[in-house]
């Protein structure tokens, strides 16, 4: 297999001859040479680190089913009992009784699809003069949310959250309930402020309206259930309360476990039944899903079971104490840092910090030339632009580090003369979506002012950031598929 192709740039064509084991090993770690490193300790978000000999096993056990596929149990049924085990572990996290079920799928997203889709095809059983589905989503939910209705055509009807708390307004979601509505969503916690929605007052609500009620528990299922084992004071979340019919939580974040696995569940397998799907209506083997994806490796599946069988509770309870350590640590020393300020109080370790007098993104780009990511997200009615720290075990030590380089990165932001000003770039944003003679128009003004470059990743977000912060919500979501669409090539 040996050659002397040099693959140092991409040729975009299949070799004639195989390349050598080491081109092709060095190649993959040379492509790294510009991502973030993600066990630095310094990427606050995307990844999560369970530490040396945990990730190991968890490698080993991903390799030794790799290959193995998931679409047919019977013919790995193996993977069944992998896949039961985990809902077992899971749902006993959850505190949700012997009714209580559920399946493993790729992620987040995945789990939300599956809920929404369930609620969707139970109302088409239950309340067929249902023509028009309504699901009542507080503003502060996972975009996941948001295409699932896109996907399965669904009207999603938003209400607002209290500003100072970021949680839901409850009285808002009983207001939105009309004869259309078929699902109420609400988070534990939700992403953006880490703070957990009231549960048990949205709860009843359902339960009065004779509503299902989803709480997306994605990034807290696990290490609050955790959190609550050990003690801390939280408020109920899980399938203790009364109303909640179904909840999603991922292992591939808060369990540690390499992608792509989460989980998702519900009151009794009467509801799970609207989730799968079965079809014999062509010459192909018959098919049954219970999720979103037909073919798929047990790799995911092995390494989060290896990886909660190492750890244990104790494991993860060492893991959680250590993190919530330095989520306190994080918060207290932004909180001192003059111009910066943590939103909300949150209740596990996801937060978010603004700045009072600049602009946040220019404080993400000098960040991320220090070496540390924080990650940008918008403005949204009146909460401001800011950035998003998950803490998690790999990045619990770096606290003190992070601390001084949002310091240094404040005062450099503060003292530049150039530092791109929000207000003068909503200013010309709202003249360019005024005196543009066309969309056309419109796209290219906007793009020379974000400073998009057709084809290139942009090596600076600030720009881009601060432009696309000042579009309203369509456009922005215009420019993200175009920019998207030009970068992919
Ligand atoms: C609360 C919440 N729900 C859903 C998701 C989507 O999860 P995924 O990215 O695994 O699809 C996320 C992702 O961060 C999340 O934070």
Same mark, same amino acid.
């Given at each position: 297999?040996?050659s002397?192709?040099?693959?140092?740039?991409?040729?975009?064509t299949?070799?004639?001859?195989?390349?050598?084991?080491?081109?092709?090993?060095?190649?993959?770690?040379?492509?790294?040479?510009? !991502?973030?490193?993600?066990?630095?300790?310094r990427?606050?978000?995307y990844?999560y680190?369970?530490?040396?000999?945990?990730?190991?096993i968890?490698?080993?056990?991903?390799?030794?089913?790799?290959?193995?596929?998931?679409?047919?149990?019977?013919?790995f049924?193996?993977?069944?009992?992998?896949?039961?085990d985990?809902i077992h572990?899971?749902?006993?996290?959850?505190?949700?009784?012997?009714?209580?079920v559920?399946?493993?799928?790729?992620?987040?997203?995945?789990?939300?699809?599956c809920?929404?889709?369930?609620?969707? !095809?139970?109302?088409?059983?239950?309340?067929?003069?249902?023509?028009?589905?309504?699901m009542?989503l507080?503003?502060?939910?996972?975009?996941?949310?948001?295409?699932?209705?896109?996907?399965?055509?669904?009207?999603?009807?938003?209400?607002?959250?209290?500003?100072?708390?970021?949680?839901?307004?409850?009285?808002?979601?009983?207001?939105?309930?009309?004869?259309?509505?078929?699902?109420?969503v609400a988070s534990?916690?939700?992403?953006?402020q880490?703070?957990?929605?009231?549960i048990?007052?949205i709860?009843?609500?359902?339960?009065?309206a004779g509503?299902?009620?989803?709480?997306?528990?994605?990034?807290?299922g696990?290490?609050?259930?955790?959190?609550?084992?050990?003690?801390?004071s939280l408020?109920?979340?899980d399938?203790?309360?009364?109303?909640?019919?179904?909840?999603?939580?991922d292992?591939?974040?808060?369990?540690y476990?390499?992608?792509?696995?989460?989980?998702?569940?519900y009151?009794n397998? !009467?509801?799970?039944?609207?989730?799968?799907?079965?079809n014999?209506?062509?010459?192909?083997?018959?098919?049954?899903?219970?999720?979103?994806?037909?073919?798929?490796?047990?790799?995911?599946?092995?390494a989060?079971?290896?990886?909660?069988q190492?750890?244990?509770?104790s494991?993860?309870?060492?893991?959680?104490?250590?993190?919530?350590d330095?989520?306190?640590?994080?918060?207290?020393?932004?909180?001192?840092i003059?111009?910066?300020?943590?939103?909300?109080k949150?209740?596990?370790?996801?937060?978010?910090?603004?700045?009072?007098?600049?602009?946040?993104f220019?404080?993400?780009?000098?960040?991320?030339?220090?070496?540390?990511?924080?990650?940008?997200q918008?403005?949204?009615?009146?909460?401001?632009?800011n950035?998003?720290?998950s803490?998690?075990?790999?990045?619990?030590?770096?606290?003190?580090?992070?601390?001084e380089?949002?310091?240094?990165?404040?005062?450099e932001v503060?003292? !530049?003369?150039?530092?791109?000003?929000?207000?003068?770039i909503?200013?010309?944003?709202?003249?360019?979506?005024?005196?543009?003679?066309?969309?056309?128009?419109?796209?290219?003004?906007?793009?020379e002012?974000?400073?998009?470059?057709?084809?290139?990743?942009?090596?600076?977000?600030?720009?881009?950031?601060?432009?696309?912060?000042?579009l309203?919500?369509?456009?922005?979501?215009?420019?993200?598929?175009?920019?998207?669409?030009?970068?992919?090539?």
């Open positions: 297999m040996a002397n192709q040099s693959i140092q740039k991409l040729s975009g299949l070799p004639f001859e195989g390349l050598a084991k080491n081109e092709i090993f060095d190649a993959l770690d040379g492509f790294k040479a510009n !991502d973030v490193p993600w066990r630095s300790g990427l606050l978000g990844t680190d369970p530490g040396e000999d945990a990730l190991a968890a490698h080993q056990a991903y390799l030794r089913y790799l290959t193995e596929n998931g679409l047919d149990w019977t013919v049924p193996s993977l069944h009992m992998i896949e039961t985990l572990m899971v749902r006993d996290l959850l505190r949700g009784d012997q009714k209580v559920g399946s493993v799928t790729s992620g987040g997203t995945e789990s939300i699809l809920a929404v889709k369930t609620a969707r !095809d139970y109302a088409r059983a239950t309340k067929p003069h249902i023509t028009r589905p309504e009542i507080p503003e502060t939910a996972h975009g996941a949310f948001h295409k699932a209705c896109h996907y399965f055509d669904i009207k999603p009807v938003l209400t607002p959250y209290d500003t100072e708390t970021f949680r839901a307004d409850v009285p808002a979601i009983q207001n939105a309930i009309s004869e259309n509505t078929i699902l109420i534990a916690p939700g992403y953006a880490g703070v957990i929605d009231p048990a007052a709860g009843q609500v359902a339960q009065a509503l299902l009620f989803h709480v997306d528990a994605c990034v807290g696990i290490h609050l259930s955790l959190m609550r084992r050990m003690g801390y408020p109920d979340f399938f203790t309360v009364p109303g909640v019919t179904s909840i999603s939580a292992l591939h974040k808060y369990a476990a390499p992608k792509n696995i989460s989980t998702v569940f009151r397998s !009467d509801l799970r039944f609207h989730q799968y799907f079965a014999r209506r062509n010459t192909c083997y018959a098919l049954v899903n219970p999720a979103v994806l037909s073919t798929k490796s047990g790799g995911p599946y092995a989060a079971w290896a990886l909660m190492y750890l244990g509770e494991g993860y309870r060492r893991i959680v104490q250590k993190v919530q330095a989520t306190e640590n994080f918060v207290a020393g932004i909180n001192r003059d111009g910066l300020r943590v939103l909300g949150p209740d596990m370790c996801m937060f978010s910090f603004t700045a009072d007098d600049f602009n946040i220019e404080l993400a780009d000098r960040i991320r030339g220090k070496g540390f990511y924080m990650q940008p918008f403005t949204h009615g009146p909460t401001p632009a950035l998003h720290i803490m998690e075990w790999g990045c619990a030590d770096s606290v003190d580090a992070g601390l380089v949002l310091r240094e990165a404040t005062a503060r003292a !530049d003369k150039s530092a791109i000003n929000l207000s003068t909503r200013a010309r944003v709202v003249e360019i979506l005024t005196t543009s003679k066309s969309p056309d128009q419109v796209e290219a003004n906007l793009r002012l974000a400073g998009l470059t057709s084809g290139q990743l942009p090596t600076k977000m600030a720009r881009i950031n601060s432009v696309l912060d000042a309203p919500d369509e456009l922005t979501e215009y420019m993200l598929c175009d920019f998207m669409n030009k970068v992919f090539v």
